[in-house]
């Protein structure tokens, strides 16, 4: 099934890059061994860099040698691209962007899984059995150090609104954020947010006072927080910025305790799918314990099997955070961030509100007042 | 099943079968009034839908917008994770947003005012059912027609649909095992009588031939009367049996009576001419008494019913000059007359030969008895009949009928039995034949008819 002409302009326009730091195309192959039989080809298309890939890849192959895996990452815009033109080239499609992934599988493109982990895998994890959710990775703050000069660190979001109104003045452009416009992940977060809560405004409005930096990817976040231009990164991509964060003791991490978004990458065998065989197994593995616990350990990705506890995995956080955690329901919900009018709508409104403070500049007192 | 099986299997059977007749089309309007009902219930879900997606929409830069709300989506679905498509199409049918381009109904155009449309579609391979509402904007500027079309799979439909046929069937299968252990308990509790008739009729003395009286429903009550009937047409027979042997033993116990007197007498005699006399009485006597008891053996056995003789075909005239034949002699020494008037031609009827011997001896006989001096025997033809007149004295006609009857004598002078026009009457029945009594064609004397049935040849 070709895409409408209409989607794929919508697509090119709508979220451009989720927060892929990759360039254009990575490639990891690993070879079946050659006293394994014949080998069985496996192709995954993933918008998963490969840091966090190759571990969960390598420990498969270990257990299925016979296996002969090509891993492209790409990013999600691609990624869609390209299994639209040729859905019939690859076995597993693994995104981050929830909305596509999810309106691939509404469509139909999907082949229903028969895995025996489907039974123990949360509800709210898979749709129809067609889509598994296998990540669980929250969306997160990063503060430098420097900030800790000018006031506390945020806890929470109620917190930084209130810190962006008092120190507008000190903080002027040294907040970086997502750019919903050209970044599809922001999109996605502002989305998800601004149905949340109205306040959600009101931040956007304060992020737009202290002119924050918007950028496209966590990395660049990333990057201007090592280097001490920005002191807060607002909605990073917490399992990409968490083994930065690891690696420079400046930053320190913070997931919000009044809310957090969680993104979760969203696997899935597409009907046409060439090697079926290869792909249930692939799957097996993504929601096998051993495969779980390669992700909490290995990577960042956050594992989701109920079965798992400690650090790394959904379990943990959940009890650390409870109910402040939010990962969007895997639902026709997620269809309405595909919606051209309603992407229009909001990032009007978005851009709207980023220039309140602005335009109606008179003195920073009225913003914190408000 | 053997119809003539059981009574029980066939109440059963035909009770049974509209009972299923039933239960099936009950299934059949569950089975679809399920699907309707689920289709109503899902239905206000896409209602509410398009109702929610509807008050989004609105007329900005000189277009149609839509500020899609993701529950309105989320509405459409539940539990059974159905796949959801919207679309948003103007006044031309053009296209404005949505997930996919549904197709539009062939129903009536634009109306005025908000219309619901529901139908069952199919995309790409999927079963869904689309719901489309139109409806106008209400804005101070624009009232511009517009319509919203969603639609979603069939799963939490059906899966609603088989949960009420599922209370539906064990509604249905309850009732219905209800209804047989009812059918069986009414078809044992109304077959019950005929048990108890049975054991009744089992019970009963073997000798005994009292009516019953038993309670019973109307139906075997008919059956009971029946019975009592039969049981008193038996009792009848009995009571003529009876009569029959106590006649029997007493008419020969008269002649035996006399011969003992007889021979007692004699014996107080001396003269052996006295003896001779005696025993010459004494010989007659047995033998017409022997002779009685060869009758009473012969009318028994002809009035059994279960006796059937061999039916062979016969000619009359053989028959009786047979008979002329056989009694001549004897006829002659007593000076009588034995004539026959036989048919040019053969005349057969089904008959036992013999039978028809011992009836026209015993006619010959009677006639004999009763002093006739002319016998004529004869046959006639169309229908076939076999004749003995007489020139005697004849039976007056209202005794006619009576002499048929065992142990009736015609005249109380002669010295008959009175066993041989029963005998006759017996034989006439057992050949289906009829006898008549008349006077003879002279206007005195008997004539005995017997007529057999018109036999095809």
Same mark, same amino acid.
């Given at each position: 099934?070709?895409?409408?002409?209409?989607?794929?302009?919508?697509?090119?326009? #709508?979220?451009?890059?989720?927060?892929?730091?990759?360039?254009?195309?990575?490639?990891?192959?690993?070879?079946?061994?050659?006293?394994?039989?014949?080998?069985?080809?496996?192709?995954?298309?993933?918008?998963?860099?490969?840091?966090?890939?190759?571990?969960?890849?390598?420990?498969?192959?270990?257990?299925?040698?016979?296996?002969?895996?090509?891993?492209?990452?790409?990013?999600?815009?691609?990624?869609?691209?390209?299994?639209?033109?040729?859905?019939?080239?690859?076995?597993?499609?693994?995104?981050?962007?929830?909305?596509?992934?999810?309106?691939?599988?509404?469509?139909?493109?999907?082949?229903?899984?028969?895995?025996?982990?489907?039974?123990?895998?949360?509800?709210?994890?898979?749709?129809?059995?067609?889509?598994?959710?296998?990540?669980?990775?929250?969306?997160?703050?990063?503060?430098?150090?420097?900030?800790?000069?000018?006031?506390?660190?945020?806890?929470?979001? #109620?917190?930084?609104?209130?810190?962006?109104?008092?120190?507008?003045?000190?903080?002027?452009?040294?907040?970086?954020?997502?750019?919903?416009?050209?970044?599809?992940?922001?999109?996605?977060?502002?989305?998800?947010?601004?149905?949340?809560?109205?306040?959600?405004?009101?931040?956007?409005?304060?992020?737009?006072?202290?002119?924050?930096?918007?950028?496209?990817?966590?990395?660049?976040?990333?990057?201007?927080?090592?280097?001490?231009?920005?002191?807060?990164?607002?909605?990073?991509?917490?399992?990409?910025?968490?083994?930065?964060?690891?690696?420079?003791?400046?930053?320190?991490?913070?997931?919000?305790?009044?809310?957090?978004?969680?993104?979760?990458?969203?696997?899935?065998?597409?009907?046409?799918?060439?090697?079926?065989?290869?792909?249930?197994?692939?799957?097996?593995?993504?929601?096998?314990?051993?495969?779980?616990?390669?992700?909490?350990?290995?990577?960042?990705?956050?594992?989701?099997?109920?079965?798992?506890?400690?650090?790394?995995?959904?379990?943990?956080?959940?009890?650390?955070?409870?109910?402040?955690?939010?990962?969007?329901?895997?639902?026709?919900?997620?269809?309405?961030?595909?919606?051209?009018?309603?992407?229009?709508?909001?990032?009007?409104?978005?851009?709207?509100?980023?220039?309140?403070?602005?335009?109606?500049?008179?003195?920073?007192?009225?913003?914190?007042?408000? | 099943?053997?119809?003539?099986?059981?009574?029980?299997?066939?109440?059963?059977?035909?009770?049974?079968?509209?009972?299923?007749?039933?239960? #099936?089309?009950?299934?059949?309007?569950?089975?679809?009034?399920?699907?309707?009902?689920?289709?109503?219930?899902?239905?206000?879900?896409?209602?509410?839908?398009?109702?929610?997606?509807?008050?989004?929409?609105?007329?900005?830069?000189?277009?149609?917008?839509?500020?899609?709300?993701?529950?309105?989506?989320?509405?459409?679905?539940?539990?059974?994770?159905?796949?959801?498509?919207?679309?948003?199409?103007?006044?031309?049918?053009?296209?404005?947003?949505?997930?996919?381009?549904?197709?539009?109904?062939?129903?009536?155009?634009?109306?005025?005012?908000?219309?619901?449309?529901?139908?069952?579609?199919?995309?790409?391979?999927?079963?869904?059912?689309?719901?489309?509402?139109?409806?106008?904007?209400?804005?101070?500027?624009?009232?511009?027609?517009?319509?919203?079309?969603?639609?979603?799979?069939?799963?939490?439909?059906?899966?609603?649909?088989?949960?009420?046929?599922?209370?539906?069937?064990?509604?249905?299968?309850?009732?219905?095992?209800?209804?047989?252990?009812?059918?069986?308990?009414?078809?044992?509790?109304?077959?019950?009588?005929?048990?108890?008739?049975?054991?009744?009729?089992?019970?009963?003395?073997?000798?005994?031939?009292?009516?019953?009286?038993?309670?019973?429903?109307?139906?075997?009550?008919?059956?009971?009367?029946?019975?009592?009937?039969?049981?008193?047409?038996?009792?009848?027979?009995?009571?003529?049996?009876?009569?029959?042997?106590?006649?029997?033993?007493?008419?020969?116990?008269?002649?035996?009576?006399?011969?003992?007197?007889?021979?007692?007498?004699?014996?107080?005699?001396?003269?052996?001419?006295?003896?001779?006399?005696?025993?010459?009485?004494?010989?007659?006597?047995?033998?017409?008494?022997?002779?009685?008891?060869?009758?009473?053996?012969?009318?028994?056995?002809?009035?059994?019913?279960?006796?059937?003789?061999?039916?062979?075909?016969?000619?009359?005239?053989?028959?009786?000059?047979?008979?002329?034949?056989?009694?001549?002699?004897?006829?002659?020494?007593?000076?009588?007359?034995?004539?026959?008037?036989?048919?040019?031609?053969?005349?057969?009827?089904?008959?036992?030969?013999?039978?028809?011997?011992?009836?026209?001896?015993?006619?010959?006989?009677?006639?004999?008895?009763?002093?006739?001096?002319?016998?004529?025997?004869?046959?006639?033809?169309?229908?076939?009949?076999?004749?003995?007149?007489?020139?005697?004295?004849?039976?007056?006609?209202?005794?006619?009928?009576?002499?048929?009857?065992?142990?009736?004598?015609?005249?109380?002078?002669?010295?008959?039995?009175?066993?041989?026009?029963?005998?006759?009457?017996?034989?006439?029945?057992?050949?289906?034949?009829?006898?008549?009594?008349?006077?003879?064609?002279?206007?005195?004397?008997?004539?005995?008819?017997?007529?057999?049935?018109?036999?095809?040849?």
């Amino acid at each position: 099934m070709k895409c409408s002409a209409l989607a794929r302009v919508a697509l090119l326009g #709508a979220l451009c890059l989720l927060p892929v730091v990759a360039c254009a195309e990575q490639l990891l192959r690993l070879p079946a061994a050659t006293d394994a039989g014949p080998a069985r080809p496996l192709v995954i298309h993933a918008a998963l860099d490969l840091p966090q890939a190759r571990p969960l890849l390598e420990d498969f192959h270990r257990r299925h040698p016979g296996i002969d895996l090509i891993y492209r990452n790409l990013t999600t815009l691609e990624l869609h691209e390209r299994f639209l033109d040729h859905p019939d080239e690859v076995d597993v499609l693994i995104s981050s962007a929830m909305p596509w992934q999810f309106a691939l599988a509404n469509d139909g493109h999907a082949r229903p899984l028969d895995s025996p982990h489907l039974e123990a895998w949360p509800a709210w994890a898979r749709w129809r059995d067609e889509l598994i959710a296998f990540t669980f990775e929250p969306i997160v703050m990063v503060i430098h150090r420097e900030l800790a000069d000018i006031a506390e660190p945020p806890r929470n979001h #109620a917190e930084l609104l209130a810190l962006l109104n008092t120190h507008r003045q000190a903080l002027a452009g040294r907040v970086a954020s997502y750019d919903p416009v050209r970044s599809g992940a922001g999109y996605a977060y502002a989305m998800q947010e601004s149905q949340l809560s109205p306040r959600y405004w009101d931040l956007v409005a304060a992020l737009g006072g202290v002119e924050a930096e918007l950028v496209e990817t966590t990395g660049a976040m990333l990057d201007g927080l090592k280097e001490g231009r920005f002191l807060i990164g607002y909605n990073l991509l917490g399992s990409y910025a968490a083994p930065g964060v690891a690696a420079a003791p400046d930053l320190e991490m913070i997931i919000p305790d009044d809310y957090a978004l969680v993104s979760q990458r969203l696997a899935l065998v597409p009907r046409q799918a060439p090697n079926p065989q290869s792909a249930e197994l692939f799957m097996d593995y993504l929601l096998s314990l051993e495969g779980q616990r390669t992700l909490a350990e290995e990577t960042s990705l956050g594992a989701i099997h109920p079965a798992l506890t400690g650090p790394g995995t959904a379990t943990q956080l959940r009890e650390r955070l409870g109910d402040a955690l939010r990962p969007p329901g895997l639902g026709p919900g997620l269809l309405a961030g595909l919606d051209r009018l309603k992407r229009q709508a909001l990032l009007a409104r978005w851009q709207r509100e980023f220039r309140r403070a602005l335009a109606t500049d008179d003195s920073a007192d009225s913003v914190a007042a408000d | 099943m053997n119809p003539a099986g059981s009574l029980y299997g066939r109440l059963l059977a035909w009770l049974t079968l509209p009972l299923l007749t039933l239960g #099936a089309l009950l299934l059949l309007q569950a089975w679809l009034e399920a699907r309707a009902t689920a289709d109503r219930a899902y239905d206000r879900l896409l209602d509410a839908a398009t109702l929610a997606i509807a008050e989004q929409v609105q007329w900005q830069d000189e277009r149609l917008w839509l500020d899609l709300p993701p529950a309105a989506l989320e509405m459409l679905a539940g539990d059974a994770q159905e796949r959801v498509f919207y679309s948003l199409v103007d006044q031309q049918g053009r296209h404005i947003t949505g997930n996919a381009r549904l197709p539009e109904h062939p129903g009536a155009s634009a109306a005025s005012g908000d219309t619901l449309l529901y139908r069952d579609i199919e995309r790409h391979g999927m079963a869904l059912r689309q719901g489309i509402r139109r409806t106008r904007l209400e804005d101070w500027r624009s009232g511009e027609p517009f319509e919203v079309r969603v639609a979603h799979t069939r799963e939490g439909r059906d899966a609603l649909r088989l949960e009420l046929l599922r209370s539906n069937l064990a509604g249905i299968l309850a009732m219905g095992a209800l209804a047989v252990a009812t059918l069986l308990l009414a078809v044992r509790a109304a077959l019950k009588p005929l048990t108890r008739l049975r054991h009744a009729i089992r019970a009963r003395d073997p000798r005994t031939l009292k009516s019953l009286d038993l309670e019973l429903p109307r139906e075997l009550a008919e059956l009971r009367e029946a019975l009592n009937e039969l049981l008193a047409r038996m009792r009848r027979v009995r009571a003529n049996q009876e009569r029959f042997i106590g006649d029997a033993s007493h008419q020969l116990r008269t002649p035996l009576a006399g011969i003992t007197a007889r021979a007692e007498l004699a014996l107080r005699r001396q003269e052996p001419e006295e003896w001779r006399t005696a025993l010459e009485t004494v010989h007659s006597t047995s033998e017409r008494t022997a002779r009685l008891a060869m009758q009473l053996l012969s009318l028994t056995r002809l009035d059994n019913p279960e006796y059937r003789p061999e039916l062979h075909p016969v000619d009359l005239n053989d028959c009786v000059r047979q008979a002329v034949r056989d009694h001549w002699v004897a006829c002659h020494q007593a000076g009588i007359d034995l004539g026959a008037d036989c048919l040019p031609s053969p005349l057969r009827v089904a008959a036992s030969e013999w039978q028809l011997q011992e009836a026209l001896a015993n006619l010959i006989d009677n006639s004999r008895r009763y002093g006739a001096h002319r016998i004529t025997l004869g046959v006639l033809s169309d229908p076939p009949r076999l004749f003995v007149e007489d020139d005697g004295p004849g039976i007056p006609a209202e005794r006619r009928l009576l002499v048929l009857r065992p142990f009736h004598r015609g005249r109380d002078d002669g010295e008959g039995s009175g066993l041989g026009l029963a005998i006759v009457d017996g034989i006439a029945r057992n050949h289906g034949a009829r006898l008549d009594l008349a006077e003879s064609d002279s206007g005195r004397g008997l004539r005995v008819e017997m007529r057999f049935p018109e036999a095809p040849t």
